[in-house]
């Protein structure tokens, strides 16, 4: 059974700080890999999407890798701002199951 | 383009009452799902229809919820009777359907049972 674990589940740091964000999955045989957004009483905001084959994608500050084999994922986000403040959540697709969510990081970014 | 839209947008209601989410997908995605989010936690899939069939609703709780795609578009989620363990934030999404697609969800609805 698929299992995703996200470190820090918290993270205070001042503006300006560039940030990494770290996702472990169990299971390698992966089809790709979602970093989700989600802000206090929203929905989810899709950020990046990697696939299996991908190492790494990249949209404006963001840029997430993945290493398939050793299961980790990292969200680097440079240069924080206070409006990234939010919760974010790495998920897990490995073909004909749901995906895999871990609990978050919950980040806050002190101007 | 609209995103996966969810109504409504909160709900309070008395245990063992009934209560209805409906969710409308962007339009073209045949792939829909329903996940619960529990407070701290990540969302966790409750059915997936691809079109109007149910194709994975192993986590449907079959005795009090239940769900429906007709027409293969928009889906409605029903809770009866309600529990106190059923509060949380119920969000809907949708997708093209095969691998790699992306997964874009709605604002969801957030459940408190009194």
């Known amino acids: 059974k698929q299992e995703v674990t996200q470190i820090p589940a918290a993270l205070s740091v001042p503006e300006g700080e560039n940030l990494v964000l770290n996702c472990s999955f169990t299971?390698?045989?992966?089809?790709?890999l979602q970093w989700f957004r989600q802000d206090p009483g929203k929905g989810l905001t899709s950020l990046l999407l990697i696939q299996s084959s991908q190492r790494e994608q990249t949209s404006g500050r963001l840029n997430a890798s993945l290493d398939k084999s050793s299961g980790r994922s990292t969200l680097y986000i440079a240069a924080s701002q206070p409006g990234d403040s939010a919760t974010y959540l790495c998920?897990?697709?490995?073909?004909?199951?749901?995906?895999?969510f871990g609990k978050g990081t919950r980040l806050s970014v002190i101007a | 383009e609209a995103g996966v839209v969810q109504s409504p947008r909160y709900k309070i209601i008395e245990k063992k009452q009934p209560v209805a989410f409906w969710c409308n997908p962007i339009s073209g995605h045949n792939t829909l799902y329903w996940y619960r989010q529990n407070l701290g936690q990540g969302p966790e899939l409750l059915i997936r229809y691809e079109n109007e069939e149910a194709v994975d609703d192993s986590q449907l709780p079959k005795d009090r919820f239940s769900a429906e795609r007709l027409k293969g578009v928009d889906s409605t989620l029903k809770i009866q009777p309600a529990e106190l363990g059923d509060s949380a934030v119920y969000l809907c999404?949708?997708?093209?359907?095969?691998?790699?697609?992306?997964?874009?969800f709605g604002q969801g609805t957030r459940l408190t049972v009194v």
């Open positions: 299971d390698s045989a992966i089809y790709n």
């Open positions: 999404a949708s997708s093209y359907t095969g691998v790699n697609t992306e997964a874009f």
């Open positions: 998920a897990v697709d490995s073909g004909n199951t749901p995906l895999v």
